[in-house]
């Protein structure tokens, strides 16, 4: 653990790029000083203690998701009055950003539309997916093999979530241009998290939604048996269909996760294997540690540091009285770090017993759905690189050298990961 003094008084963790890039030592200080902080500038109540994060996690009758994607600065569009708030922010859900996106619903509303994300990433069909992940995988690596060099994040990895998400839903690969254009051809506007509190106004789901909305009139006017009617002619719990928009949103949201996690779990993983070659060397002769490595990278570096709750209902959280309207940080970037549950947490320990307890995926009614493809990716991809290639470094005439690395990091107090990573590599001669 980081023994670093900070004054929580003073650093602001939503604008301080310092701390964006280097936040161990904020989490480490808070862990220790402050599990559950107002901090003084917003208001905000930031949480990093494990036990506090679970403890939110486990009451959506309290807290609730509908501010999840926003920031610290909070502007009620109604004025808070009473001990329940519950029905006024369902009655303002218009105000608050992403509020038609199925990570900022509350039950019962997430409950019903849970089902249909449940009904879309079935055993079965993660299981018919994983041929295409391994084949896909080698389909790009062909590519990237005719050089010595990749600049890992847009030349793989997000191309390779994209088109993996595409199959599990059953977009025809004739439409995995559209996909790659709509997610993958470039920034898309303030990042989620924007250190000059920024909120992106840029919708790129729209056109998924309009994509989805055809597909799904056309499959129930003219069933076929394919993925894309199972998704068409799925129901709500009551038995009832959900509006052709409704279904869209969840298809969409399922590709805008996968760039927002996935991609970063990737390119955390690979600044590792990269640069540490003993690791790197371990997991390609012992590659039945590769889904521990995963986990423990999701522990020690969540892909997402933490995300937003808004309080409806009179509450206490770790000697915090906190009253309706209250904006709650969980920060499950700092729990995986918390010694009450990880032994030296500040080690990266490759075969430490309880890292999947980690929080990167969240816990609760809004555990991602989408974890089991994110690890299939990350397995699958690290397995064909060690596979293809008998080396793979940190290209130094990019990031500097070893030891004294200049990374290009997202700059978010939401995301943790890479904006860019080069990488060098010699490629595994065939026996």
């Not at 060099?149 to 390779?160: M, T």
């Not at 129930?220 to 993925?227: C, K, M």
């Not at 933490?306 to 915090?320: D, H, M, N, Q, Y």
Request: charged share 25%; hydrophobic share 40%; aromatic share 10%.
């Amino acid at each position: 653990m980081t023994t670093t003094k900070i004054n929580p008084e003073e650093v602001d963790f939503f604008t301080d790029a310092e701390v964006a890039a280097n936040a161990e030592p904020y989490f480490d200080y808070m862990l220790k000083h402050h599990p559950v902080f107002r901090e003084p500038k917003y208001g905000v109540v930031i949480v990093t203690g494990y036990e506090e994060c679970l403890k939110v996690y486990h009451q959506p009758d309290v807290y609730s998701s509908i501010n999840r994607t926003g920031g610290p600065v909070l502007d009620l569009p109604f004025e808070v009055t009473g001990d329940d708030i519950t029905d006024l922010l369902e009655q303002h859900r218009e105000y608050f950003p992403t509020n038609d996106q199925i990570v900022t619903f509350d039950p019962p509303m997430h409950t019903d539309h849970r089902s249909l994300v449940m009904g879309l990433i079935t055993p079965k069909r993660l299981k018919a997916n994983e041929t295409f992940l391994k084949e896909q995988a080698d389909r790009y690596l062909d590519e990237i093999l005719q050089s010595n060099e990749v600049e890992f994040i847009w030349d793989y990895a997000k191309k390779y979530t994209i088109v993996a998400v595409g199959d599990l839903l059953g977009v025809p690969e004739s439409d995995f241009p559209l996909l790659l254009e709509i997610f993958a051809s470039g920034p898309q506007g303030p990042v989620l998290g924007d250190l000059n509190l920024q909120v992106s106004h840029n919708n790129s789901l729209e056109r998924m939604y309009d994509y989805f909305i055809e597909k799904i009139k056309d499959r129930r006017a003219n069933p076929l048996d394919d993925v894309l009617t199972g998704i068409a002619l799925a129901k709500f719990p009551d038995g009832s269909f959900p509006e052709p928009i409704e279904v869209a949103r969840i298809a969409a949201n399922m590709f805008a996760a996968g760039q927002e996690t996935t991609v970063q779990v990737m390119s955390v993983c690979f600044q590792r294997i990269a640069d540490d070659q003993d690791l790197q060397n371990l997991l390609r002769n012992e590659p039945s540690l590769i889904p521990a490595f995963i986990e423990e990278t999701l522990r020690a570096e969540a892909p997402i540091k933490g995300s937003f709750r808004l309080v409806k209902r009179p509450t206490e959280l770790g000697g915090l009285e906190l009253a309706p309207g209250t904006n709650v940080m969980l920060l499950h970037g700092a729990a995986g770090r918390d010694e009450k549950v990880f032994d030296n947490p500040a080690q990266f320990d490759v075969k430490r017993a309880n890292a999947r307890q980690h929080l990167a995926f969240g816990r609760g009614i809004h555990t991602c759905p989408g974890a089991p493809l994110a690890r299939a990716e990350a397995v699958f991809t690290i397995q064909r690189f060690l596979d293809r290639m008998s080396e793979i470094t940190i290209d130094d005439s990019k990031h500097g050298p070893a030891g004294d690395r200049e990374w290009d990091l997202i700059q978010s107090f939401k995301f943790r990961g890479h904006q860019h990573l080069y990488l060098k590599f010699k490629e595994a001669k065939s026996e």
